[in-house]
């Protein structure tokens, strides 16, 4: 599976920003999906992931804020996030695989990231 995340840029405080993370190789409701980010100075944490069937799971921190969801039917999976706050700022990864879980290891395949910069 190859994927390519988009729609990170700059924003302000409480500002929103929409992700997409397109997919193609596989079959892409076969896969969970998640996306995680890496803060300056820190580890890769998790955000949100969606299972084929709709479930999903978000971190504490960004509950209330973002939304995942997917469109099968266009391989494409979407975070979109409101009221963004500066410690959301890091490069958003959008990634692959089998298991609904927060950690990284399970995800067999990775987005190149990108760039999301809220400013105070």
């Known amino acids: 599976v190859q994927l390519q995340a988009s729609g990170g840029g700059l924003v302000q405080t409480g500002g929103s920003l929409r992700l997409s993370c397109a997919a193609s190789?596989?079959?892409?409701?076969?896969?969970?999906m998640g996306w995680f980010r890496r803060a300056p100075g820190k580890e890769r944490e998790f955000v949100s992931a969606?299972?084929?069937?709709?479930?999903?799971n978000y971190a504490d921190s960004v509950k209330g804020r973002f939304t995942i969801s997917r469109d099968n039917a266009k391989n494409t999976v979407y975070l979109q996030m409101n009221s963004l706050k500066p410690e959301d700022t890091a490069v958003y990864y959008c990634?692959?695989?089998?298991?609904?879980?927060?950690?990284?290891?399970?995800?067999?395949?990775w987005g190149q990231g990108t760039q999301v910069t809220v400013s105070s």
């Open positions: 190789g596989r079959t892409f409701s076969n896969y969970v």
């Open positions: 969606i299972t084929s069937g709709g479930s999903t």
């Open positions: 990634a692959a695989g089998v298991v609904l879980t927060t950690t990284t290891a399970p995800y067999n395949y």
